[in-house]
């Protein structure tokens, strides 16, 4: 599977991770919730693709994860190797994380006229 834009995209469940690392902690949150991906992308059916940033200022890391529908979000939290790994977040950070239904793709109509 490849991920690819398309003018008519199927109905996607996004997870998104706000990472508040502690100060000077930015990298290692960033490793950690990048291990967790990983395992999650080896191992979960309902994963389809992710992309990490770091903000520029050094304090956040945000994962944005495609996923195939809402209750994988359950069924990621049940194995408890992964529960494992999330919570190796809290010793260097502050998080949340909110799933989203996405209800409308805007594309680029500058040129297309």
Do not use: C
Not at 29 to 37: E, L, W
């Amino acid at each position: 599977m490849s991920g690819a834009f398309s003018a008519h995209p199927e109905p996607t469940v996004f997870i998104v991770n706000v990472i508040h690392a502690h100060e000077g902690k930015q990298d290692v949150a960033f490793r950690i919730i990048q291990d967790i991906v990983h395992y999650v992308a080896k191992r979960k059916v309902g994963f389809l693709w992710s992309s990490l940033a770091k903000s520029t200022d050094g304090e956040t890391v945000v994962n944005i994860e495609a996923i195939s529908g809402a209750g994988d979000v359950e069924e990621f939290f049940s194995d408890p190797v992964f529960a494992a790994k999330f919570d190796a977040l809290r010793d260097v950070s502050e998080f949340e994380f909110h799933t989203y239904q996405v209800n409308d793709l805007v594309l680029p109509t500058l040129g297309n006229q």
